[in-house]
């Protein structure tokens, strides 16, 4: 062993692991380069795993909201506006849907299909002639009065639970909805023309239509859960079958003509209203219109009484002053009735005294005053000559002679005098 031991160090074996060979050159550039090319390596393999750590960072807009699949199953995250990391995909997958906001979808399926030289003319550039419809191409509505109508719509919606509509609408974006819209305007809209014409879903009855197109599809949409909410629902250029048009706007035409002449009377009725009675016609209308269903009710009398005070306090025009004209021609009446009545009082006494004195001084006042009114023809008789005068009466004249007065407003009650009045008293004087 000792032997062994004082070996001399030229042994071979102890020259091998005790000598390092320096490298040349080129070797060790060689090797320098290795070194730094496995130094980037780990640092872009470094940064690649930095990278897909965070590669499924997200912003979530401020109309949007994100729902968080895992594993391909939706959880309950419901992610609102801002920042949102998740694990990697295939592990997690932000779905961003845009709820916050409203979306339009136009829908064409019930109207014409326009030819390349039609696409943006309005409808009154559009004429085929006698030509039918093509199914292939063209669709329309079947109205209740057995006519069709071309119509667009244009759905305005949003979503209103997006975890509904991401648990029960098959699709991961908009495009499922607006599929669904679009399948429920179709069908539901072929139930609602069944009820109504023609001339109600073109023009009179529009936003009845829409109304009920959006009530429908709503509870459609509710039915199914699916999260989604129709706020509006627009028709677009409702028209009947191009063919027919002209004749469909010729019957418009003509019933316009007959509601601008309906309108014409209504104003012409108001006016001459206005005219004969004042801004109280419509109550007086309504007192004779209620005295008229009235009948023999004991009602009609208490109505009657509204009626006489409504026309001698409040009546205007032709009316009222026509009322207030009799008003006034009745005074002068009865006050001149009342002056006679005392006339008579006074001269009774006289006339029981002395009858012949007094009817002779009266018959001479009254033949002085006869003959000094303007117009009296004077002449002599002879004694024995008889002359005998005949006037006729005609009330039609009389009547005729009146409302020739009352239009031509030459009616004063001053001037009025009873028919044959003898001015008798202190009123001849």
């Not at 499922?176 to 429920?184: E, G, S, T, V, Y």
């Not at 009774?348 to 009858?355: M, S």
């Amino acid at each position: 062993m000792h032997q062994h031991a004082g070996h001399s160090d030229d042994h071979p074996h102890r020259q091998l692991e005790g000598i390092e060979e320096p490298l040349d050159a080129a070797n060790q550039s060689l090797s320098d380069a290795l070194r730094a090319s496995f130094r980037i390596l780990k640092g872009i393999m470094m940064v690649l795993v930095l990278l897909y750590l965070f590669s499924n960072v997200r912003r979530i807009e401020s109309h949007e909201q994100a729902l968080l699949l895992r594993l391909g199953r939706l959880t309950e995250t419901v992610y609102d506006a801002g920042v949102v990391w998740a694990f990697p995909f295939p592990i997690d997958e932000i779905v961003p849907l845009p709820t916050r906001q409203s979306n339009d979808l136009p829908i064409d399926s019930h109207t014409f299909g326009r030819r390349p030289d039609e696409i943006g003319k309005p409808l009154t550039f559009i004429s085929r002639g006698m030509e039918g419809l093509n199914p292939a191409l063209d669709g329309a509505l079947l109205t209740a009065d057995t006519g069709l109508v071309h119509t667009r719509w244009k759905v305005t919606y949003k979503f209103d639970d997006v975890r509904s509509y991401a648990s029960q609408i098959v699709g991961r974006d908009v495009e499922a909805a607006k599929q669904l819209i679009r399948f429920l305007v179709e069908t539901v809209g072929i139930h609602v023309a069944a009820e109504y014409t023609a001339e109600e879903m073109i023009r009179t009855r529009v936003e009845d239509v829409q109304n009920e197109m959006k009530a429908r599809v709503n509870d459609r949409l509710t039915e199914l859960k699916s999260g989604v909410v129709v706020t509006r629902v627009e028709m677009f250029e409702p028209t009947p079958p191009i063919p027919i048009r002209g004749a469909f706007d010729g019957t418009q035409q003509a019933e316009n003509a007959k509601q601008k002449r309906i309108e014409d009377a209504q104003q012409q009725r108001t006016k001459l209203l206005n005219e004969s009675a004042g801004a109280a016609f419509p109550r007086v209308i309504r007192l004779l219109d209620q005295i008229d269903k009235g009948g023999n009710d004991p009602s009609v009398g208490v109505l009657r009484k509204k009626l006489d005070q409504l026309l001698e306090k409040e009546v205007e025009g032709d009316a009222g002053r026509l009322i207030k004209d009799a008003g006034a021609y009745l005074s002068v009446v009865v006050g001149r009735m009342q002056g006679d009545v005392e006339l008579y009082r006074t001269l009774l006494p006289e006339y029981e005294r002395n009858a012949p004195l007094l009817i002779g001084r009266l018959w001479e006042e009254t033949r002085q005053q006869i003959f000094a009114g303007a117009g009296v023809t004077k002449f002599y008789r002879p004694p024995d000559c008889q002359i005998r005068l005949h006037v006729p009466f005609d009330p039609e004249q009389a009547r005729l002679e009146e409302e020739r007065r009352l239009h031509k407003k030459e009616f004063d009650p001053a001037t009025l005098r009873p028919e044959r009045w003898v001015p008798v008293g202190p009123e001849s004087e």
